[in-house]
């Protein structure tokens, strides 16, 4: 009893330093993996200039978006069924194999095909860090933690096109994709040494046939979201083809997952009302987050006349706004184990900021549009971490990783339907208010919704003014959707339960998963 003692408070002073650490590589494993895309986006011009293909240009970014979309439940799975630390470093080695190669690809076909490699990994990468972080800190300890998630992503929105175009001007594009590799080696030398988690055995088969239904339920979809309204027209047999393909695949993953020894993605997590809500607000906040941050930066650049390098910063009232939000939620969380006031509050924010967005136009100050930014980053800052807090806590240990995958999935999906429907919205809002204002033939010969400050000073002024306002329309129309959905997430969070956080502490004592999770962190690290 007394070694039993001797050992706990041995653990009880590793602990926090050993948490620390090992949160570091998380927290680089997870800028790797949000970095990517953004830094990417910058390059993109000159890796076209140099290598052609800019038919194929669409894909560079969609083979990485399929590849982490549909391998995110996957690793959830794996993780659960061999092992969080194996299936993490796997994640890192395919992420960095794909870097190297991307790097290296000589044409536009290689680019898009090691780029798919790096997606892989990337799903691992963000499920690895959420899953692990659900297993070392128990949920009412996690708050604390939630501000240095809110601020690495943050960072990545912010750095990635300054990082991005600062190394393809002085190091060339292939360095976009090499400077993972330093990074993505530290993080491994650091999981590989600090981290240890109990191993696991697998008590089942993998469920092959659920994990190739859901992959190709999930290809579709984002396919069509990614076509829809650009590639083809909504209408179109390509399109129609693909959600009929994506229905029927969904129909027979859940009759397969019913059946499945070990499903992929168990059926039984939605019978708990909590994760099913949490699922559903993931989804709503992917969607207004992915539309604001494509869209706030384009009218501020077409309408507001600022600059395209500096896009990252534009975004700042917002980030900052969420970082601090979100650090504040999660203190106030640790400190009373109360939540639930922080979906409601989150979802009350992200319908005004959205709607207050929707009024901008060709007078609004960048004064009032940063304050509009920040009420909805306040809104996303409330609901970011919360909703994988609280759906880490509604499902036993042993599906952490399929918990953590479900709730990033579902945030993935809601941002491809974001984007895809607040963008169909704004273009064809930006065409009619064009075509009024020009007439068809000038609307046409203006060239397509996507002019940057510089391009868009050597339009004529009655050219530009049109322009101007038809960009405002149709952020107006984004926005307004944007709000339109929020409203449903403001809704759900009504009906959040307040469950007790795990590890809550001695009142939590007849809860056996409380204490298994309290436990749990102190078991994880050697001393």
Do not use: C
């Amino acid at each position: 009893m007394a070694q039993n003692m001797k050992a706990a408070e041995i653990s009880e002073e590793v602990k926090p330093r050993s948490v620390r650490v090992v949160l570091m590589a998380l927290m680089i494993a997870m800028l790797l993996a949000m970095l990517d895309n953004m830094i990417i986006g910058t390059a993109m011009p000159t890796i076209v200039g140099e290598l052609g293909g800019l038919e194929h240009l669409s894909w560079v970014v969609t083979a990485y978006t399929l590849a982490t979309a549909a391998s995110t439940p996957i690793w959830g799975k794996l993780g659960d069924m061999y092992g969080r630390k194996g299936s993490f470093l796997t994640s890192i080695v395919i992420f960095l194999v794909g870097s190297a190669l991307s790097g290296m690809a000589q044409d536009m076909g290689q680019l898009i095909g090691f780029r798919a490699i790096q997606g892989l990994g990337a799903g691992g990468l963000m499920v690895g860090v959420m899953a692990i972080i659900g297993d070392l800190i128990p949920p009412r300890e996690r708050g604390k933690y939630q501000g240095m998630m809110a601020g690495v992503m943050a960072l990545a929105m912010i750095g990635g096109p300054l990082v991005g175009g600062t190394i393809t001007d002085h190091m060339g594009w292939r360095w976009s994709f090499y400077i993972n590799l330093p990074l993505g080696a530290i993080a491994l030398a650091m999981v590989s040494a600090v981290l240890h988690l109990p191993k696991k055995k697998a008590q089942g088969k993998i469920d092959y046939l659920g994990a190739a239904l859901l992959t190709v339920a999930i290809t579709s979809t984002v396919l069509v979201t990614t076509w829809g309204g650009t590639e083809y027209a909504w209408g179109s047999g390509e399109i129609i083809g693909l959600i009929i393909v994506g229905v029927v695949s969904i129909a027979a993953f859940l009759f397969a997952e019913t059946k499945a020894a070990e499903p992929v993605m168990p059926l039984h997590i939605f019978r708990s009302r909590n994760f099913t809500l949490m699922s559903v607000i993931g989804f709503l906040v992917g969607f207004a987050m992915f539309g604001g941050v494509l869209y706030l930066p384009l009218f501020q650049q077409s309408v507001q006349g600022a600059s395209a390098t500096n896009s990252g910063l534009l975004l700042l009232p917002m980030l900052l706004s969420m970082m601090v939000v979100s650090l504040i939620a999660g203190r106030i969380t640790t400190s009373s184990g109360k939540y639930k006031v922080f979906p409601i509050a989150g979802g009350a924010l992200m319908v005004v900021g959205l709607f207050l967005l929707a009024q901008m136009d060709t007078e609004t100050t960048r004064l009032m549009s940063g304050v509009y930014m920040a009420i909805l980053g306040a809104g996303l800052g409330f609901l970011m971490q919360i909703t994988m807090l609280v759906a880490q806590n509604s499902v036993d240990m042993k599906d952490m990783g399929v918990a953590s995958s479900s709730a990033t999935l579902f945030r993935t999906l809601g941002g491809s339907f974001g984007v895809a429907l607040m963008g169909s919205l704004f273009t064809s809002r930006v065409t009619d208010t064009m075509s009024e204002r020009l007439g068809p033939q000038a609307a046409q010969a203006a060239g397509s919704a996507q002019l940057d400050a510089a391009s868009l000073a050597k339009l004529p002024e009655a050219v530009r003014d049109a322009y101007q306002h038809a960009v405002a329309a149709g952020t107006h129309s984004a926005f307004l959707l944007g709000a339109v959905i929020a409203v449903l997430g403001f809704a759900a969070a009504w009906f959040v339960k307040e469950v007790p956080l795990r590890g809550a502490g001695p009142a939590q004592g007849a809860d056996a998963g409380g204490d298994k999770a309290a436990q749990a962190p102190q078991e994880s690290f050697s001393h």
